[in-house]
């Protein structure tokens, strides 16, 4: 039998096996839980870096747009309508003066889900 005809007759969970005995002849037993926790570590960052850049693009983008998706409430606010004014502020909404305060949450939502 030649190596092709080999190859073609080994299926995905058994190419897992094999993987798994070279690594634990090629690491060994007891380095190979250590491999694993290193590899884990690197995966980690990799995802908090990935997430971190995210963040910094849709921060970048809302910046260059000039309007916030998100409202930016600096601290705690007395009433109902100043919490509606400092968020439609945020948001850019200038408008507001003469509006209900449902009138002003409909806008606000409007503006968030755009």
Known sequence: MS???LLMNIAGSEWIII???GLVLLFGTKKLPQFSR????A???YEKAREMFRREM??????ATGISKTPNIN???????????T???SLGIDDYAGLSDEDLRTLITKRMAN
């Open 58 to 63: 849709e921060n970048a983008t809302q910046q």
């Open 19 to 21: 993987v798994l005995l």
């Open 43 to 45: 995966m980690g960052e």
């Open 87 to 89: 968020i439609a502020a």
């Open 38 to 41: 290193s590899i884990g570590k």
């Open 75 to 85: 601290g705690p606010v007395a009433t109902e309508r100043e919490k509606l004014e």
């Open 3 to 5: 190596t092709p005809a």
